[in-house]
């Protein structure tokens, strides 16, 4: 008899520049390095601008079995999305189990000022949403 998937629920969703895992304990614990709500571009640099990498902290419950996350980024105006990444998690048998994710981001291109968003789906859902304001330099 195969197990049955159940959708999981998002209760964190948190952009950040780092992130560090201690293995040693158990649960994991798990530390954020500079999570952001705004960014601006390296000093002597404008826009465009790429980041190099960023990281995105979810967590997850109320699921079992394993699900694909897909991870996109989406600006104010532009009726584009971006996809960044796309991520399975395991999530185990036990419904009540609350999972830690650590997500890198690589090479994340910003092209000029105004509010971004990281959007976070599953199955054509959004699941969580987390915006970001890019500062202008000028």
Request: aromatic share 12%; with cysteine; charged share 20%.
């Amino acid at each position: 008899m195969n197990p049955v998937n159940i959708s999981p629920i998002v209760r964190q969703f948190i952009p950040c520049m780092g992130i560090s895992c201690d293995t040693k304990v158990t649960p994991n614990r798990y530390t954020l390095d500079g999570p952001f709500f705004a960014l601006r571009p390296p000093v002597g640099m404008g826009y465009p601008f790429t980041a190099e990498k960023l990281w995105v902290l979810c967590q997850f419950s109320d699921a079992t079995g394993t699900h694909m996350f897909h991870l996109d980024l989406s600006f104010d105006l532009d009726t584009r999305v971006r996809s960044l990444r796309s991520f399975h998690v395991y999530m185990g048998e036990d419904k009540l189990a609350v999972r830690h994710y650590a997500v890198p981001i690589q090479r994340v291109p910003f092209r000029r000022p105004g509010i971004y968003e990281l959007v976070l789906r599953y199955g054509g859902e959004v699941l969580a949403r987390a915006a970001m304001r890019l500062e202008d330099v000028t």
